[in-house]
T-cell receptor, first 115, second 113 residues
Framework: AQSVTQLGSHVSVSEGALVLLRCNYS??????LFWYVQYPNQGLQLLLK??????LVKGINGFEAEFKKSETSFHLTKPSAHMSDAAEYFC?????????????FGQGTILTVHP | EPEVTQTPSHQVTQMGQEVILRCVPI?????FYWYRQILGQKVEFLVS????????KSEIFDDQFSVERPDGSNFTLKIRSTKLEDSAMYFC???????????FGSGTRLTVV
């Protein structure tokens, strides 16, 4: 079975600082990996996804993530935080086979951006 | 951009009552899902649906839950006899093929009192 661990339930950065949100996964087969963002009282919006093509994936709003198989990681980064980035971020994994399409989410990381 | 539409956005129900949460997936999508998020917790998979039948369900999805695609456009989640612990945000999602082209709805907040 697959699982996701997000290190740090809360991350706080200054506006303009680097954003780094950590995600490690466990999967017995090559995974698909995703980052979603959730703004207050809203649904889940896809930021980016890794589907076995390029290991460095660029997403919306200036975010990117790098798939590192040796470290079983898929950390999310953004060079310069903006106030509008404040939200909760979820890493998720999907595998094929009988669990085709099912997403397994991490616990989420709340990002706070202060002036 | 195509959207997954969920109604209602918020529903309050008394314990023991039946509720039906409604979703309109994206029209050319073939795979449908329900997830839930209890306040302060992570998003959890409930069930996936393909070709008019359940393809996978979690241990949460017990006999009190059922899903249906009654008319080719709607996808519903029914909870037969709600419990306090069913209070959560319920998200519907649809996809073109498995985890490709996955789109979530904005959710229905269910409050059981």
């Amino acid at each position: 079975a697959q699982s996701v661990t997000q290190l740090g339930s809360h991350v706080s950065v200054s506006e303009g600082a680097l954003v780094l949100l950590r995600c490690n996964y466990s999967s017995s087969v090559p995974p698909y990996l995703f980052w979603y963002v959730q703004y207050p009282n809203q649904g889940l919006q896809l930021l980016l996804k890794y589907t076995s093509a390029a290991t460095l994936v660029k997403g919306i709003n200036g975010f990117e993530a790098e798939f590192k198989k040796s470290e079983t990681s898929f950390h999310l980064t953004k060079p310069s935080a903006h106030m509008s980035d404040a939200a909760e971020y979820f890493c998720a994994v999907s595998v094929g086979g009988t669990s085709y399409g099912k997403l397994t989410f991490g616990q989420g990381t709340i990002l706070t951006v202060h002036p | 951009e195509p959207e997954v539409t969920q109604t209602p956005s918020h529903q309050v129900t008394q314990m023991g009552q039946e509720v039906i949460l409604r979703c309109v997936p994206i029209s050319n999508h073939l795979y449908f899902y329900w997830y839930r998020q209890i306040l302060g917790q992570k998003v959890e998979f409930l069930v996936s649906f393909y070709n008019n039948e359940i393809s996978e369900k979690s241990e949460i999805f017990d006999d009190q839950f059922s899903v249906e695609r009654p008319d080719g456009s709607n996808f519903t989640l029914k909870i037969r006899s709600t419990k306090l612990e069913d209070s959560a945000m319920y998200f519907c999602a649809s996809s073109e093929q498995g985890s490709h082209g996955y789109t979530f709805g904005s959710g229905t907040r269910l409050t059981v009192v």
